[in-house]
């Protein structure tokens, strides 16, 4: 039976970057060496990471003044490590969810924070949107998707020239991106690009160096951007399936391309939702309601065919809907690597449950 992987992450990549990768593990580039065992300073892996680099900055059309570079460590290392280079005296910061409430505790280490608004007392079932952003902060902080609760800002958010940074670990590469007020955008690998292992971070270059504390070498971006983030051993192997991954991106026909596939998909996943009598939305606020991370309930009546229906999905091949605890439920997560009918199968099968109850 086909499966159909829906994990919030680790999660579902492309059968051509899952081959490119096999292949590339037994004979890496001709070299008769596995792409584990050579050398990362050597010529074809240095071909690797550049292309990569390259083709990331191509397919998210950024900026001149940004570089890309692959760092270890998660997202979450990225949580101490955004503050410890921008944050000066004070920050604003939206929190949306349990991601921004980390990354709100580790910025606290480095100074003044400013939680502009939050919706934890809703269980982070919208995003706020009327809050103001003082102008003396250094950076104004969000995370795009709420992964664990099925939250999106849609649009990249701004407020007057206040350098903004941004959690894009679950919806990069599923929108196209306007770079004008971003400083710092990062997205740990293993939900749209590559297996875990590594982190992208894209950073506006002339915005680094303005703090002054000391900045230990490894957590300063400097290094990273300066050795072409060659400055230490980087993880070979997600950084070959992240080339694979954007190459793929890049046949499917580039970002804009891929945002169309992705309203698609929600798009046919929240109407059934909406529209099946057993189902319905956790997301309170519709316009906020994730193309990436689809999170949904039974009804109220039919609150008791939870356990039956996530056996009933498991038996048609739906694998990892089981919704994260802090929400029950369920949760289809529908990342690029997500085809159309996987999707429509996660529909077809809500539909036959039902049919027959
Ligand atoms: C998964 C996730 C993280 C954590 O990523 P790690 O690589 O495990 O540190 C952070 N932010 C968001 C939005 C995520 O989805």
Redesign the pocket.
């Known amino acids: 039976m086909k499966k159909y992987n829906f994990y919030a992450?680790p999660s579902i990549l492309s059968e051509y970057a899952i081959k490119k990768t096999a292949e590339a593990v037994i004979d890496f580039a001709g070299t008769g060496l596995s792409l584990m065992e050579v050398s990362h300073r050597g010529k074809e892996f240095t071909a690797v990471i550049n292309e990569a680099r390259a083709l990331i900055k191509e397919l998210l059309q950024i900026p001149e003044d940004f570089d890309v570079v692959f760092l270890g460590g998660?997202?979450?290392m990225q949580f101490c490590m955004a503050p410890y280079n921008f944050l000066e005296k004070k920050a604003a910061f939206l929190d949306t969810g349990t991601?921004a409430s980390k990354a709100i505790k580790e910025a606290k280490i480095f100074g003044e924070v400013n939680v502009v608004a939050s919706s934890k007392a809703d269980n982070y079932t919208y995003i706020p949107k009327t809050y103001e952003v003082p102008a003396d902060v250094d950076y104004f902080y969000y995370?795009t998707?709420n992964?664990i609760y099925g939250t999106e800002t849609h649009k990249d958010l701004s407020f007057g020239n206040i350098p903004v940074i941004a959690?894009m670990?679950?919806d990069i590469f599923s929108r196209p991106i306007d770079f004008t007020h971003y400083d710092l955008i990062f997205a740990?690998a293993?939900?749209n690009l590559a297996p875990?292992g590594v982190?992208l971070v894209i950073v506006r270059k002339s915005a680094l160096g303005r703090v002054s504390r000391p900045i230990p070498t490894m957590l300063d971006y400097r290094t990273h951007v300066d050795k072409e983030s060659m400055f230490n051993t980087p993880p070979v192997l997600p950084i070959f399936t992240a080339l694979q991954t954007a190459k793929w991106y890049q046949q499917l026909g580039g970002v804009e391309a891929i945002y169309k596939i992705n309203m698609e998909k929600a798009g046919i996943l929240y109407d059934e939702i909406d529209n099946n009598r057993m189902f319905k939305g956790t997301v309170t606020c519709k316009e906020d309601r994730s193309i990436m991370n689809v999170c949904f309930v039974m009804a109220d009546e039919y609150k008791d065919l939870e356990e039956d229906f996530a056996k009933f999905a498991a038996e048609a091949g739906m694998v990892g809907i089981k919704g994260h605890r802090s929400v029950g439920g369920f949760r289809a997560s529908i990342y690029n690597g997500m085809p159309l009918a996987g999707v429509q199968a996660l529909v077809d099968t809500m539909k036959k449950f039902a049919a027959t109850r």
């Open positions: 992450g998660g997202a979450s991601w995370c998707n992964t959690d670990s679950s740990g293993q939900k875990a982190t």
